[in-house]
């Protein structure tokens, strides 16, 4: 799958059609998405780590998942909405002028949905959130364009900060079909997901 690009629509846009709001409280029926076998590593991510060795040069640790206080999730909203509020998207090939997948943080403050997902993955671990709990996520969107977003797992199950959603939803509520993120041991190996996320809850016309 080294070939999925994500082809990020700007949160401008995507508001347009804007999913339901949800409350900071865990939503029912959250669950945890079924890993299966390793599998291919993102292009972008093996760039990434070959001009920022020292980001992916970590050592093997224990599974870990986030208690999903009230508090934690008032993080998570808080921080997904920083993001996608202080980066100026902008496509991969515009910004970089390549068709290869270039993942970074926004250094220019500028990005699609990898630098988004990189930056808030960085904010995270900064604010105490273990690293294993944070996993760069690779699905194919409402669209079925390439898409990239943070899972956060949870004791309450995988919730998602996505750049074309101010809220914090859980996997199972966003319509995506999920291909593949980091394994929680390992940042540098790839687990295969292949399902659909649920279906997605969009705003009735008249809302």
């Known amino acids: 799958m080294i070939g999925v690009s994500s082809l990020c629509v700007s949160p401008a846009a995507a508001q347009s059609t804007l999913f339901r709001r949800m409350s900071t409280q865990p939503a029912a029926g959250a669950s945890s998405a079924t890993v299966g076998a390793s599998t291919s590593v993102p292009y972008g991510w093996l760039d990434f780590c070959h001009r920022r060795p020292k980001e992916c040069k970590v050592p093997a640790l224990p599974a870990a998942s986030v208690k999903l206080t009230a508090q934690n999730m008032g993080i998570l909203k ?15 090939y515009d910004h970089w002028g390549t068709m290869m997948d ?9 990005g699609d949905c990898k630098i988004y997902a990189l930056y808030k993955r960085k904010l995270l671990q900064e604010a105490g959130f273990p690293r ?14 390439g898409h990239t977003i943070l899972t956060v797992k949870t004791d309450k199950g995988d919730f998602v900060l996505d750049n074309l959603v101010d809220e914090v939803r859980p996997w199972n509520a966003t319509g995506y079909y999920f291909l593949k993120r980091q394994s929680q041991q390992n940042p540098n190996i790839w687990v295969s997901l ?7 809850s969009r705003m009735s016309p008249n809302s």
């Open 132 to 145: 294993q709990a944070l996993l760069m996520t690779v699905v194919r969107d409402l669209n079925n364009e």
């Open 194 to 200: 292949n399902q659909r996320g649920g279906k997605a």
């Open 78 to 92: 808080r921080i997904n909405q920083k993001a996608n509020r202080s980066i100026k998207p902008v496509s991969n």
């Open 102 to 110: 270039h993942w970074d943080y926004p250094t220019d403050g500028k």
